[in-house]
C-alpha cells in the first residue's frame, strides 16, 4: 500500500513536472548518421507533420548527409567529419536521404503522414 502511493506521487510530480515545461515533452527529436562506413540512417521511418531538430552525426570525411523534400534541402559537408543539429519543418510527403558521393548505394526514405 505504502508503495502505492509512493508510485502514485512519482507519477503525479512527473506530471506536474511535464506540465510546467511543455517544450520539452513536445520536443520532436530524430537523429541521423552517415559513416563510418558506407551507412546512412535516421532514426525513424515515418514521422508526423511538425517542427523536429534533427542531431546529423556526419562521421565521415568522404561522406555527406543530404536530405530533401517538401520545402527541405539541406546537406553537410563531405569532407567536414561534425555533427550538426538542424532545426526543420517537416511537411507531409517523401522525404530522401543520401550520401552525394554513393547516393546509389547509400540513401533511404522518411515518411512524414
Ligand atoms: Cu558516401
Redesign the pocket.
Known amino acids: 500500500m505504502r508503495t502505492t502511493t509512493a508510485l502514485f506521487a512519482a507519477a503525479f510530480a512527473a506530471l506536474a513536472l511535464s506540465v510546467g515545461a511543455p517544450a520539452a515533452v513536445t520536443a520532436n527529436t530524430l537523429t541521423a548518421t ?1 559513416g563510418p562506413g ?1 551507412t546512412i540512417t535516421m532514426s525513424a521511418k515515418s514521422v508526423k507533420a511538425g517542427i523536429y531538430t534533427i542531431t546529423v552525426k556526419d562521421r565521415s570525411n ?2 555527406d548527409f543530404h536530405l530533401t523534400g517538401p520545402g527541405l534541402n539541406k546537406a553537410t559537408s563531405v569532407a567536414a567529419v561534425k555533427t550538426y543539429t538542424w532545426k526543420v519543418t517537416l511537411k507531409r510527403g517523401t522525404y530522401k536521404f543520401v ?1 552525394d ?2 547516393a546509389s548505394i ?1 540513401h533511404g526514405v522518411l515518411k512524414v503522414t
Do not use: G, K
Open positions: 552517415d558506407f568522404i561522406h550520401c558521393p554513393h547509400m
